[in-house]
């Protein structure tokens, strides 16, 4: 089990495995947050990890690894964090939030803002995407202040990442960011 709070979890170096494939599952996997793992993202992993991918109608919903690493180096202020997801051995995605970032960030509203979520497309519609959501929102839940977990997702619809975070539980605030994209709540408290 793969916890936010220890360094085992945060920092473990990541072994690439390229040669792992996703199982010929075509229905939805029982994953849960036991099976999923953030890893720290290393000289090791760090090509493995710019090589994920969304299908070709999520690309202009979804910015790539790459650029976001080349965001998080250029926005220090929102305190980027972001992991490799593996499942066992196999990579299947990438997460970024920001972790505390200054209130008066216009481009990051909030304290904790879910910045990036990427599950390879060998490997979506499997559960890996909640199962990575569950872990970041676990750990945000154990940082100062935290009430809300906010995101934004461009409008539209065919490959709009919006139906899986409305079904999460974030609801549409009303309003936008300044790029357009509608910003979403999840509240953190019961």
């Known amino acids: 089990m793969c ?3 220890s360094i085992a979890c945060s920092q473990r170096a990541a072994v690439g ?3 792992l494939s996703p199982p010929r ?8 947050t ?7 993202i290393t000289d090791v ?6 090589r994920l ?6 690309r202009s919903y ?3 690894v790459s650029q976001s690493l080349v965001d998080a180096a250029e926005n220090p202020n929102a305190r980027p964090w972001y992991w490799a997801v593996y499942s066992g051995e196999a990579l299947v995605g990438f997460v970024m939030i920001a972790d505390g970032g200054p209130d008066e960030s216009t481009e990051y509203v909030g304290t904790y803002f879910l910045w990036r979520l990427l599950i390879d497309q060998r490997w979506q519609r499997r559960g890996f995407g909640r199962a990575t959501l569950d872990l970041v929102v676990d750990y945000i839940r154990t940082r100062p202040d935290a009430r809300t977990l906010l995101t934004s997702v461009a409008p539209g619809s065919e490959g709009s990442p919006m139906g899986f975070y409305l079904g999460y539980g974030f609801t549409l605030t009303g309003q936008a960011q300044e790029d357009g994209e509608a910003l979403l709540a999840l509240p953190l408290t019961e």
């Open 45 to 50: 992993n760090r090509a493995e990890v710019e």
């Open 53 to 58: 991918s969304v299908t070709a109608d999520q």
């Open 3 to 5: 916890h936010w709070g």
């Open 34 to 40: 036991e099976s999923v793992s953030l890893r720290e």
């Open 62 to 64: 979804v910015t790539s």
């Open 25 to 32: 599952h075509h229905g939805r996997m029982n994953v849960t």
């Open 17 to 19: 495995s390229p040669g």
